[in-house]
């Protein structure tokens, strides 16, 4: 029987073609807005060809009848999130043998109205708005004559379909975690205090906390502002108090890495005498042993995609939470 061949993935590409697998995407989504070398888009093109990667739109979008567009609005292409939502979104559309077009707007509605403008000469069948961060957004009007579906984001006003990462959730697992592995003073580090993850990973911690018999005293609750730096601060706060605490959720792996360093210039041990989760997994973070919660902006960009292809209750508000799982590592006790 002959072996199943190996699906070519984009990780395979960038290997191949000596880039990045952020260029990768950016090159295979073709993706508006952004600056790549004419000979390294090239390069990447004939590397998926020879490597017998399935077409996305840089390699055949002059080719036959193309099947329907579905196109992308997202504010920012720089940060490593938004290519976790690219290839979700890709990998789906691949699936359901439609086209992306992509555009970068910066989050500026005469951007977006212009992208909408080109999707209507494509006659795009619905559009994906994304966000590089959880928050709320107020859409250009024009984007209403599209069937559409927000991703990592939400409208102020409360229309339409979003999907976001379950944050609540989240916190309420981190704090639950830390219980069950034995910790009795738990304190946090949250981001920006306005930030709406911050407010949402904060909610549900507290009422891990409470359904597990603990309260989180005034102390022990650090508002930092998401950076490594920030979370070593933060980190040094909390152990000079009479009584530091014996485990901590910082609510990004960043300050996670910060608290980290501060406990080592410490002297203490991790997870024995503080255990630190945080949240994001990052890709630093299996480096550092770090437990932490995955944010699923992959599976927020396949939900996404099955919702916009059903066509059914765009028009409700709805908003659809994705599992942040837990990922155990080295920074707090295994439980059971």
């Given amino acids: ?15 191949a073609a000596g880039v990045s ?22 390069r990447v093109i004939e590397t998926a060809r020879k490597l017998g990667y399935t077409p996305g739109p840089a390699l055949n979008v002059l080719e036959r009848d193309v099947p329907t567009v579905i196109g992308v609005l997202i504010n920012e292409i720089s940060a490593a999130y938004p290519i976790d939502i690219i290839d979700g979104l890709h990998m789906s559309a691949r699936a359901q043998a439609v086209q992306l077009a992509v555009f970068v707007t910066d989050g500026v509605t005469d951007r977006e109205a212009e992208a909408l403008a080109s999707l ?7 559009v994906i708005y994304a966000n ?54 738990i304190a946090t580090i949250t981001g920006d205090s306005w930030h709406t993850s911050a407010q949402r990973r904060l ?23 998401w950076g490594h730096g920030s979370g070593y601060q933060s980190m040094k706060q909390l152990l000079a108090l009479p009584e530091p605490p014996d485990g901590v959720f910082c609510q990004n792996d960043m300050m996670a890495r ?23 997994d990052r890709e ?50 295994v439980v059971g």
């Fill in 1 to 15: 029987m002959d072996a199943v061949k190996k699906r070519i993935k984009m990780v395979d590409i960038a290997r």
């Fill in 21 to 42: 697998q952020t260029t990768v995407s950016l090159v295979l989504n073709n993706i508006d807005g952004v600056r790549i070398a004419d000979d390294t888009r090239q």
């Fill in 120 to 126: 209507r000469r494509l006659n795009a069948g619905g």
């Fill in 132 to 185: 590089t961060f959880t928050t709320g957004v107020h859409p250009t009007r024009e984007l209403d004559q599209f069937p559409h579906v927000f991703v990592n984001c939400f409208r102020t006003d409360g229309k339409g379909v979003a999907v976001v990462p379950g944050e609540r959730a989240g916190g309420f697992v981190a704090a639950r975690h830390l219980m069950e592995s034995g910790c009795k003073r």
């Fill in 203 to 225: 909610y549900g911690f507290r009422r891990g906390l409470t359904t597990g018999g603990q309260a989180l005293a005034p102390e022990l609750l650090i508002h930092g502002s």
């Fill in 258 to 280: 910060g608290a980290l360093t501060a406990i080592a210039e410490a002297g203490l041990r991790v997870p024995q005498d503080i255990a630190v989760i945080g949240f994001d």
């Fill in 284 to 333: 630093f973070a299996s480096d550092l042993g770090l437990t932490t919660l995955i944010q699923p902006y992959a599976d927020m960009a396949t939900r996404a995609m099955a919702v916009l292809h059903r066509r059914r209750g765009l028009d409700a508000p709805t908003t659809l939470s994705v599992r942040c799982r837990l990922v155990q590592r080295e920074t707090t006790r």
